[in-house]
């Protein structure tokens, strides 16, 4: 079965500072990859997704992910991070056989230190 | 831009009462889902629907629970006699034929509290 796992639970950053949030997951074939963000108090929006091509995908608000086979990693960066950045980032894999039903990963709280 | 939502926002109920979830799926999406998130822990899959049967749901998915797409528009997740730790945000989601996106929408999320 599929798992996603994000190593870090709490991530502390200054406001300007370079964002990276790690996600390595667990897939036999080629998996699609997406990430979320949570707002406090609100769902789930699409950040960016890899399916397949150009390894480096390229997400709303200034995110971009790295798709690394080799690792089996799908790495969320920012180089410039924004209080209104703050949220809850969850790392998912899509299934296939499965009507791609989402694996979430427990996420990564972001706190923006000003 | 085309929304998923749900109703309602906030629904508290008494253990072993029935409650019924409302989602209202962007409207030319084909399959459709329910999720659900225990405070604190990672979004967990419970249900798939796709031309009007369950395609595949989860072990959490037992008997209690139930879907239906009553009338081409509304989807819902129904919970026959709640149990305490069914207290959760409750995620409906909804996504397009496969035409190379698969992303799934997902609505703003029902809270439900069992007491």
């Known amino acids: 079965a599929q798992s996603v796992t994000q190593p870090d639970i709490h991530i502390t950053v200054s406001e300007g500072a370079s964002l990276e949030l790690r996600c390595n997951y667990s897939y036999g074939a080629t998996p699609y990859l997406f990430w979320y963000v949570q707002s406090p108090g609100q769902g789930l929006q699409l950040l960016l997704k890899?399916?397949?091509?150009?390894?480096l995908v390229q997400g709303i608000k200034g995110f971009e992910a790295e798709f690394k086979r080799s690792q089996s990693s799908f790495n969320l960066r920012k180089p410039s991070v924004h209080w209104s950045d703050a949220a809850e980032y969850f790392c998912a894999v899509g299934e296939r056989g499965s009507n791609y039903k989402l694996t979430f990963g427990k996420g990564t709280l972001l706190t923006v230190n000003p | 831009e085309p929304e998923v939502t749900q109703t309602p926002s906030h629904q508290v109920t008494q253990m072993g009462q029935e409650v019924i979830l409302r989602c209202v799926p962007i409207s030319n999406h084909l399959y459709f889902y329910w999720y659900r998130q225990i405070l604190g822990q990672k979004v967990e899959f419970l249900v798939s629907f796709y031309n009007n049967e369950i395609s595949e749901k989860s072990e959490i998915f037992d008997d209690q629970f139930s879907v239906e797409r009553p009338d081409g528009s509304n989807f819902t997740l129904k919970i026959r006699s709640t149990k305490l730790e069914d207290s959760a945000m409750y995620f409906c989601?909804?996504?397009?034929?496969?035409?190379?996106?698969?992303?799934?929408?997902f609505g703003p999320g029902t809270r439900l509290t069992v007491t």
């Open positions: 890899y399916f397949s091509g150009d390894t």
């Open positions: 989601a909804s996504r397009e034929r496969d035409l190379g996106t698969y992303e799934q929408y």
